[in-house]
């Protein structure tokens, strides 16, 4: 019973560098999301998904890149790491049909840029 | 402004308190409300969803006001394991969190 799988768990970039980060759900929801949680900023929304083969971005895109070429899995990019993007990242996901579906949250990426 | 607003406490309370949060939005156009909890930058967890009649959960009642565009939670007889960060998430298709609510409840 995975859920909501994110991949990987810790890492550390210099500055420049760039990453992908895999989230993965078993549970064959529509919609799917990343966040980002900076102390004492609660999350914020990079980009979400409501369905295979589209995006659109949140509050704070800049820097980042998204794809969900497969319903299950929604990867988010750092193209070239900046020290602003340290932060733990969240993937969700979340049924489509019912307007309080809940969503489901992975364990967190923290991400260091150094 | 922000599009969901939360007091980010702390709120510091002693056991078997009562204690309310309230959290505004300002996207009329939601229709999905929820609070979450989460426990040292841990992944957040649903508490439960909030209706517009109003919902109860034990010890944890949810409103929702639309014409004000807020959502309040209020929890009775705290516990010590209520300590946590309450969070108010806001939207539809999007889901906006507030920036939580910190409780911390002492023996």
């Known amino acids: 019973n995975a859920g909501v799988t994110q991949t990987p768990k810790f890492r550390v970039l210099k500055t420049g560098q760039s990453m992908t980060l895999l989230c993965a759900q078993d549970m064959n929801h529509e919609y799917m999301y990343w966040y980002r949680q900076d102390p004492g900023m609660g999350l914020r929304l990079i980009h979400y998904?409501?369905?295979?083969?589209?995006?659109a971005k949140g509050e704070v895109p800049d820097g980042y890149n998204v794809s969900r070429l497969k319903k299950q899995n929604f990867l988010l990019g750092l193209e070239s790491a900046a020290p602003s993007q340290t932060s733990v990242y969240f993937c969700a996901s979340r049924e489509q049909g019912p307007t309080n579906t809940e969503a489901f949250f992975g364990q967190g990426t923290r991400l260091t840029v150094v | 402004r922000k599009e969901v607003e939360q007091d980010p406490g702390p709120f510091n309370v002693p056991e078997g308190a009562t204690v309310a949060f309230n959290c505004t939005y300002s996207n009329s156009a939601s229709q999905s409300f929820f609070w979450y909890r989460q426990d040292c930058r841990k992944e957040p967890k649903l508490l439960m969803s909030v209706y517009s009649s109003g919902n109860e959960d034990g010890r944890f009642t949810a409103q929702l006001n639309r014409a004000s565009q807020y959502i309040s939670l209020l929890i009775r007889d705290s516990k010590l394991s209520d300590s946590a960060t309450y969070l108010c998430v806001v939207g539809f298709q999007k889901l906006v969190f507030g920036t939580g609510t910190r409780l911390l409840v002492s023996p």
């Open positions: 998904s409501v369905g295979e083969g589209t995006t």
